[in-house]
């Protein structure tokens, strides 16, 4: 005892900041420390990684409202050894009395109706997602999985500094619902709701009960009966078109994961309407194409030919992506070797190519506004266990507290997963990102996601796991997933310094570099200005990135969670 105790201590005085402890069990990132805690106890009581992310994911739902929950959808990678990676696409729809034009007024999208109360929700489809995991590769019992989620309602999660910064930007929003005003907010001196103060305990009974019901009953209770009957009134009430049938018909849809490779490592990325996994794939493609012998990480040559095949990639996301589905997505032609080389040749190695150069979306105008700072309304969960099965889950209910609607007497919040659409083609979204006619919105029709759980196999045994990971951040989820990945693989950085790295983005539209200020030296930066790329500083995180991974000589694991947020990263000894 006395030795171990010494060893550890010895430990924690020699690790260079930014070494992770190692395991020799299971481990778990999240963007919260009780949704980490929820997938530990689930492993603790025998759960393998995918009881794990789900206790986790409808952990995070309920101490984390504002980014994620049952209201909402996501994806899920499963990578398990000896048996092929499953996709899970548990993504919303819209409804079925939607229409292409219905954010538009007078032929312009009308501010607000997109992202806040009725219109801008889309059909939930979480719960399906999450018990169609556990159904499926799951181990244990839904009570025992959905037992920390409960517990954590009823007890209430306390007010945060960034909770109240949180409801102060989508305080009018809040209060127009009732029932949000009544679960987030504080009634102030003056008698109207306000931002809680710090400490405030928030308890969420009714929550707590529809899972409950969720634990004994199943995905059924959002389908029919009285939460899915609330759910379409409170919607209804304020001027949406969500409809009973929605939620009976929606499903969660098993998908085969895009296979790729990056320096000899296996890749499993998410498939359409992701429209991430096709950036990696593509941007890892053009890198390894194009590095000259001798390649220096992080020189401006190389961050030049990122920055560039991030354009591309962005740019035909934006142009051939969409619900599967429903249109013609071309996903294996675009990571095709062939197509891969197309897009490396079409890079000038010492000049930027205005954004404006290629072809731009319908009706787009090219000047798209900025790319918003301070973004991560959605949450990752990554895990590996015991066994080597490893889940990367991310899951949101997109904008900050989503709709803002929470559906009377269930504490469901829901989405407002419809922003994720073109409003109108070429018209920016929340995140800047800027789509054309293929995600234009029709009914039951999934809109396209930049969500892009990852898993990367070791080189030495491609059957094991290396890294699973994903995060939050809209646009910079792909940039976040791709730089980690790098990070590890080129860099050989352990974990949580390949998370702690400042971070390079660019998404096509707005033609713009978003940098951390930690990102790059001055000198780095005035060559690539002198190349033509423009900057702009984000004192924000630029995504949260979520990861679990294994040692290949070792067998040790590791997680981090993004050193920019408060998430946490735990393990079994
Ligand atoms: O699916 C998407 O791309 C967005 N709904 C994700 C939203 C998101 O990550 C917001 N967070 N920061």
Redesign the pocket.
Known sequence: MKRSAGVLLLLLLVLPAHAARPYRGGVVAAAYPEASGAALEILDRGGNAVDAAVAAAFAAGVVGPY?NGIGGG?FALVARPGKETLALDF?EVAPAAATRDMFLRDGRPVPGLSTDGGLSVAVPNAVNGYLALLERAGSLPRPVVLAPAIRLARAGFVVTPKYRQVVAQRLECLRRSPEAARTFLRLGPDGTPGVPPLGTRIRQPDLARTLQRIASEGASVLRAGPVARAIVQTVREDGGILSEEDLRSIQPRWRAPLQGSYRGHRLAVFPPP???GIITLQTLGVLERLRPEGWKRRDPTDLHLYLEALRRAYFERAQLVGDPGQVDVPAERLISPGHVAELAASIDPRHATPSSALQAAPGGTGSAGASQPE????TEVSVLDRAGTAVAL?T????WFGSCLVARGTGVLL?D?M??FSVQPGVPN??G?VFGERNSIAPGRI?????APTVVFQEEHPDRVLLALG???????PTGVLQVLTNVVDGRLNLPAALAAGRVHHQWMPDVVSVNPEALDPPTRAALEAMGHTFQVVDGPL??VEAVMEDPRTGLRTAASDPRNEGAALGQP
């Open positions: 980014h996501g993504r992701s429209g991430g973004q991560k309304h959605t991310t949101t209910i997109n904008g989405n997963e922003d994720d929340l995140y990102l809109p396209v996601s930049s969500m995060a939050s951040g809209g646009a910079y989820i995504g949260d």
